[in-house]
């Protein structure tokens, strides 16, 4: 799952990403308005954290632009203003959930996947794809009763395609959805091909009735 967190203090930008991180989400951050728009524009995320006071503008604005485009993230704002007012604003304007500073990073971890799965599954934690099980929360997948065994990149492109069905997805939107900020490690993407080539292998010999198609030229698409 991919976490954006959107906030201009530096030292708990870092702890906040280093937690999630060792929880296995992909992380990306901004640490002003502009940086966050172009980010929340560009790309798709699973949760959101937004801080109010941002440098070049508002917490609150970011949100009102991510609910005017249409993106289904779920929104989790974090926030030294502990105000009635700001709570009221953020959920009126389409926030999941309020957090103010100081917070227990645990306390965080929990929202955020309360918020997801609420968002995407409505309470499940579970996905179920035909004879396949997955569960994002535990990271693990499930053919037929008997547990697959994939690294963490497969997880991720599986998980990816599955939230994704029928929709034809390119090299690079799989990179930046798996590897995030840190796409130059995917080595030209011939490492994403080669993570796909070994997950479509496994899924053929679990006889898991999921089919991800290559589409000469343009990328995958799973139906």
Request: one cysteine or more.
């Amino acid at each position: 799952m991919k976490i954006l967190i959107i906030e201009d203090e530096q030292g708990l930008r870092e702890v906040i990403r280093e937690s999630l991180e060792k929880e296995k989400y992909i992380v990306e951050t901004a640490n002003d308005y502009i940086s966050g728009i172009d980010k929340i524009g560009s790309y798709d995320y699973d949760c959101v954290l937004i801080d109010i006071m941002l440098p070049n503008g508002s917490g609150l604005d970011l949100l009102r632009e991510l609910k005017s485009l249409g993106k289904k993230e779920a929104v989790i704002i974090i926030s030294a203003k502990d105000a009635v007012d700001d709570k009221v604003n953020g959920l009126d304007l389409g926030a999941d959930d309020y957090l103010a500073k100081p917070f227990h990073l645990a306390e965080l971890h929990a929202r955020i996947k309360s918020a997801i799965r609420r968002k995407n599954h409505d309470g499940d934690t579970t996905i179920t794809w035909n004879n396949l099980k997955l569960s994002p929360e535990q990271r693990t997948v499930v053919v037929n009763g008997i547990d697959m065994v994939l690294n963490r990149k497969e997880f991720d492109l599986l998980y990816y395609f599955i939230i994704n069905p029928n929709r034809l997805i390119n090299k690079t939107a799989l990179a930046e959805s798996v590897w995030g900020d840190y796409i130059d490690q995917a080595d030209n993407l011939d490492f994403v091909y080669s993570q796909i080539k070994n997950l479509r292998k496994k899924l053929k010999e679990a006889n898991a009735e999921v089919d991800i198609q290559a589409v000469y030229g343009m990328g995958y698409k799973m139906s």
